[in-house]
């Protein structure tokens, strides 16, 4: 078993008129069987259906007369085998999960099925893997692995206290222990699954320096823009929006992972999803060269530009939204702020990276304001964060390397 | 910081009036406003005289505000946890009340036991405190004002009744007018009084109410006929924590039977400073990790990044580190403060019930005692219910893995919302020490969201016509 690449699927097409609610109360009705049947998918990490409604533009007017049906997932592999592999997990399951979106094929013929989920897929401009190179069989692998390890320091302990003293004794040891558990789950102890650092994102940093200039030397301008239209703007601040709060707020922090869809209009103007691509772009290139900033309990984020002007930031994280978004305004303001200042009802920044999200409760406002419901998710590791991820897969390559003093040192911090 | 228009809880911690009792009032069938009214003089502000008696402050639930008058539109300004109060199903699920403390199991706070305030009177002594209360007992009587009480107190040794000793590491309120101890966090005024900046430097939402005919002086006139009601206030968090203290000492004995330890008794307290990140006179692990020292003049101005990177000195999971993990969580010890800092709530908590005597482990007697919480912050979702949501709840936080606070920390609960078995780990070398089974030793008896007004949002409830 090697690396694989991890990869987004954002399919997002139109539901039939009038079919919306019945696909929204399916969802939500199937998400515990959608759940279980997904389980045997072998290429899923996260799978979310999310129906995106007509939402407002900067002048108030809906965008779109059709609510569409965003159905995403991070994946291994190339997407004709991963459609193949939700088909045959989902079964006759597939087909209710699509019900009234247009142009769907049904699921009897797969080459249909994999030409649709090509033709409505959108690309990320921005994608965030936390742990790559990390197939779905490798992470349940590394948990068994270190699930049977802590076993055997529970069998070797007196009260509390492992019976042991030295540790490169102990680290080799346990490295019998984990070469059965290996065998048998098909897993290659050391670093075989490890994916190098991709170098093409700090060039993507250096290669568009007169986009960025453009975009900044534009900045002036656009604040000015942003704080006439303000003025005149309503607050967001509606009933029908405190009644989604309350509906999100209900539905979320149920368990360690939490589910993040949010949608919001483009603010008008050519330029405007120029710079926004820019400005995500940028984004990429940072964390291609190691930024982590407000991402670190991320499993997988994305943001897509859809064809109607809206963007789509969809992502997984661990612990609770409270402190999701405090972590982004922590440590991700600036970036959250050159992306966020292209879009509708964003607190008023400056000079492209200031203010903006770190006015916190504008932004957290922000943030509700554009979140919408998520019908039904699905996580192939729910119990386990993005540190316990790569913390066994480093237990997993320290054990496949030489188990001298440092080495064991580290190995057994680990458990 | 106005502190003349403050209640006096909100700067002071009223340690000279050692001696309290914490009052749950019922307005039902009652005048409230009228009982309110005769009692605006005797409630302490921030500017009181030291040498006064007595201190009293009072604090209203969402129920109890509207009993008082706010409508609907009014309470809608007000932060949406509040409104829902703590017993609503969303905050048991945020706080990790479930099983042992699910709302339903609660005295107060909850279905018939919901409540409308929370009276706070504090004396020096017994006798001024029974004084006191009577006549504060023979108004709500005369208004008609349903209550129930609890006597509480600062413990005369300084430890709460596990034994350690409390209150160490209060953080420093901008404006609250007293010099900065050594470590003491400093926060921004608006991280604990509402109209004024935070820790992000902006003015966070402040709760109004339509103005009304006839009020004297109204608290901060705004645009649109509303008055500014928030001003000046504070939220205010209350949980009773029954405590189990034969059975946390009892649960350290056993571990330090079952590891062999030569002395029982001394390994037992060792465990227990483990579990709570300091020795029971106050100092912390992080200086003394092997054995209790002498306390020197701050048990407060240490951290652990320099000190304890691997949590070799004090485990990560210990109960003081959970609640203020400092400068650990960040990128460098400067921006984890700030991170930390934004998190933070000021402590106004009492002890109730006897201490537990006897040897070491001490024999349960049966007699409930433990601790009313009482908290203030600006921001109840950001403050208190992230320390106890993330920080003490998180089965994730500091790199650790299904693991909650030793102390306070939820029952954890499978993905099919099972129960599942509380554990502790202590890094050591070569590898981690790790206890389970630990018991439940802090169980909530009840507890509420309050909301604390200033002086003339109180004059303001009991005055004027709607």
């Not at chain 1, 929006?241 to 209900?250: K, N």
């Amino acid at each position: 078993m090697s690396a694989v690449r991890q990869q987004a699927l954002t399919l997002s097409a139109p539901v039939d008129l009038g079919r919306e609610a019945a696909l929204d109360a399916w969802l939500r009705d199937n998400e515990p069987e959608l759940k279980r049947r997904l389980s045997d998918s072998r290429t899923t990490h996260f799978a979310r259906w999310a129906l995106l409604p007509p939402t407002l533009d900067e002048a108030g007017k809906p965008i779109g007369a059709q609510h569409l049906l965003l159905f995403e997932t991070s994946f291994d592999g190339e997407l004709s085998d991963h459609v193949a592999d939700l088909r045959s997990a989902l079964g006759s399951w597939l087909d209710p999960a699509f019900g009234g979106v247009v142009g769907y094929p049904g699921a009897e013929n797969l080459t249909e099925l994999v030409e649709f989920f090509r033709r409505a897929s959108l690309r990320a401009a921005s994608f965030h893997v936390a742990n790559r190179g990390l197939s779905v069989s490798v992470v349940h692998g590394d948990a068994a692995l270190r699930r049977a390890l802590e076993a055997r320091l529970c069998e070797l302990s007196v009260g509390a206290i492992v019976q042991a003293t030295d540790a490169v004794q102990l680290a080799r040891e346990l490295r019998q222990v984990a070469r059965a558990v290996a065998r048998q789950n098909g897993l290659a102890l050391g670093n075989a699954h490890r994916v190098p650092s991709r170098a093409a994102g700090r060039w993507a940093l250096v290669a568009r320096p007169f986009g960025l200039l453009l975009a900044f030397l534009l900045s002036p301008f656009f604040e000015w823009r942003d704080e006439r239209v303000r003025r005149r703007q309503p607050s967001f601040d509606t009933p029908a929006l405190r009644e989604r709060r309350d509906h999100l707020g209900r539905e979320e922090d149920r368990f360690d992972q939490n589910v993040l869809t949010e949608l919001v209009a483009i603010k008008p103007g050519w330029y405007r999803p120029f710079c926004l691509k820019l400005m995500l772009q940028l984004a990429s290139a940072l964390a291609a060269a190691g930024w982590r900033g407000g991402m670190r309990s991320v499993h997988f984020t994305r943001w897509v530009v859809l064809p109607d002007r809206r963007l789509l930031l969809s992502s997984y994280y661990d612990g609770s939204w409270q402190a999701h978004l405090s972590q982004l305004v922590g440590e991700a303001a600036r970036v959250m702020t050159m992306i966020g200042t292209h879009t509708i009802w964003f607190p008023s920044t400056r000079l492209l990276l200031f203010r903006g999200a770190r006015d916190e409760p504008a932004f957290k406002a922000w943030m509700r304001a554009n979140q919408l419901p998520t019908q039904a998710w699905y996580s192939a590791y729910p119990a386990l964060s993005v540190a316990d991820v790569a913390k066994n897969a480093e237990i997993r390559e320290l054990l496949g390397g030489e188990l001298d003093a440092a080495a064991a040192e580290r190995l057994l911090a680990l458990l | 910081m106005e502190r003349a228009d403050v209640q006096g809880l909100v700067l002071f911690g009223y340690r000279q009036h050692p001696r309290a009792r914490f009052y749950l009032l019922k307005f039902a069938g009652g005048n409230p406003r009228e009982w309110l009214r005769r009692a605006l003089p005797d409630v302490t502000s921030g500017a009181e005289d030291a040498d006064a008696r007595y201190r009293f402050n009072l604090a209203f639930s969402a129920r109890g505000l509207a009993a008082l008058g706010l409508d609907a539109d009014d309470l809608a300004t007000f932060q949406r946890e509040f409104v829902q109060g703590m017993a609503h199903p969303e905050r048991s699920r945020v706080l990790g009340d479930r099983h042992a403390d699910d709302p339903t199991r609660w005295r107060w706070g909850s279905g018939d036991e919901q409540v409308d305030a929370l009276a706070l009177l504090y004396a020096r002594s017994d006798e001024a405190l029974q004084e006191r209360a009577a006549e504060l007992e023979k108004s709500l009587a005369k208004f008609g004002i349903g209550h129930a009480s609890q006597d509480v107190s600062l413990p005369d040794d300084g430890r709460e009744h596990f034994g350690f000793v409390t209150g160490s590491c209060e953080p420093r309120v901008r404006g609250a007018g007293r010099r900065r101890r050594r470590g003491e966090a400093r926060l921004a005024t608006g991280e604990l009084v509402l109209g004024y900046a935070n820790g992000y430097g902006a003015i966070g939402s402040v709760p109004s109410a339509k103005a009304r005919r006839g009020t004297r002086e109204h608290p901060f006139p705004l645009a649109g006929g509303r008055v500014g009601f928030g001003h000046n206030g504070s939220y205010l968090v209350a949980r009773q924590l029954r405590q189990d203290v034969a059975g946390f000492w009892q649960y350290c004995w056993a571990a330090a039977l079952a590891e062999r330890a030569p002395d029982a008794a001394e390994r037992a307290r060792h465990i227990a400073a483990r579990l709570v990140g300091r020795w029971p006179n106050g100092v912390p692990l992080v200086e003394a990790p092997e054995a209790e020292r002498a306390a020197g003049a701050s048990l407060n101005d240490f951290g652990f990044r320099d000190h304890d990177p691997d949590g070799l000195r004090c485990p990560f999971g210990a109960h003081i580190r959970r609640a203020n993990p400092r400068d650990m969580l960040g990128e460098s010890a400067e921006h984890a403060q700030r991170e930390a800092n934004l998190h933070r709530i000021v402590r106004r908590g009492r002890v109730f019930g006897p201490k537990l005597a006897g040897s070491l482990p001490p024999p349960d007697d049966g007699v409930e005692r433990g601790l009313y919480f009482v908290a203030l912050n600006a921001d109840i979702s950001r403050q208190f219910e992230f320390i106890q949501q993330t920080w003490l709840n998180g089965g994730k936080s500091a790199g650790l893995s299904g693991e909650r606070d030793p102390l306070v920390g939820a029952d954890g609960a499978d993905l099919e919302g099972a129960p599942i078995s509380r554990r502790f780990s202590v890094p050591a070398r070569p590898v981690r020490q790790r206890y389970e089974g630990l018991p439940k030793v802090v169980q909530v008896r009840g507890g509420e969201y309050f909301f604390l007004p200033g002086m003339r949002a109180l004059n303001f409830l009991c005055d004027g016509v709607d």
